[in-house]
């Protein structure tokens, strides 16, 4: 598992990240969320040694990371970092070798991630004749080979076309799925809630919600649909609630006793007819601009 700890980095008067501390747990995905600004790309690079902290730490396994660990990381940077004028496939075999990977065994492995992302055919061709969507694709196989202990993403799924997407998906539920500990940040929420296992929001410099996408709609307030088949303005003056939003004989209400919601169904039967009473599941975006408000 990889721990980060209380993470601190300034610029200056500005703190960047302030006491980041979360877990990226081995088999699973982990989504790492927040505005621009918010700390993510400074508390990834702090987590790959591209910057020192100033406080706070990352532990792996129970013990501070090191610099031969970081070389088992595949990490992908929020830049680009590969070489625009270099054949792919070479490029790409030789970052391999440079991690401790056989030559022979390298290309097999970039050969099969080329073919599984459509780009089978284009490893003789230069990195800057690809489309920007095909560069991301062979900077995400980048971070692929060798077969890394842990994955750290920046923005994967930026640029990619809905194919891609699943394909980028499917792969890292498979690391996952072997072990891997995989934290991406992304802001293509609706994308992080439908495929990660635990998130991380950030917000200022510092986590503002974490935990499972059950966990955090656990905290989020209680709020249920209701459509009557009368006007619904009543609701208004109901103890225990806060009508969010009400149109004719539907409404939004918003939980604020144990119980009330009871005590509004029981009165709106009494009313008339009961269309839809049900609980509201919020959206990760719903969640995310409540904690970070």
Not at 132 to 149: E, H, K, S, T, Y
Not at 181 to 200: A, K
Not at 211 to 228: F, I, S
């Amino acid at each position: 598992m990889l721990e980060v700890r209380e993470l601190t980095r300034r610029f200056g008067d500005l703190v960047a990240v302030d006491h980041v501390t979360f877990d990226v747990p081995a088999g699973g995905l982990t989504g790492f969320v927040g505005g621009n600004g918010a700390g993510k790309t400074t508390t990834m690079r702090m987590v790959m040694g591209v910057l020192a902290p100033h406080g706070g730490e990352v532990r792996w396994d129970g013990r501070p990371l090191t610099r031969a660990d970081r070389r088992r990381f595949g990490y992908m940077p929020e830049e680009r970092g590969l070489y625009p004028k270099q054949p792919i496939l070479d490029q790409l075999v030789y970052l391999a070798q440079l991690r401790g990977m056989p030559a022979a065994a390298a290309r097999t492995e970039v050969q099969a991630l080329l073919d599984r992302f459509g780009l089978a055919d284009r490893g003789k061709e230069h990195l800057e004749k690809l489309s920007l969507g095909n560069q991301q694709r062979v900077q995400i196989i980048a971070a692929l080979v060798p077969r890394p202990r842990a994955l750290i993403l920046d923005e994967p799924f930026s640029g990619l076309d809905p194919t891609a997407i699943d394909a980028m998906a499917d792969l890292l539920r498979e690391q996952a799925r072997g072990g891997v500990p995989v934290v991406f940040s992304s802001h293509q929420l609706d994308l992080v809630d439908r495929i990660c296992d635990r998130l991380v929001v950030m917000s200022g410099g510092r986590v503002a919600a974490a935990g499972t996408g059950e966990e955090l709609r656990a905290g989020a307030p209680v709020r249920y649909r209701v459509e009557l088949d009368r006007d619904t303005g009543w609701l208004r003056g109901a103890e225990g609630i806060h009508v969010a939003d009400v149109d004719g004989p539907t409404a939004l209400i918003e939980v604020l006793r144990p119980g009330a919601e009871q005590q509004v169904l029981t009165e709106a039967t009494h009313r008339g007819q009961v269309r839809d009473f049900s609980r509201v599941v919020p959206r990760l975006s719903e969640i995310y601009r409540e904690v970070t408000a």
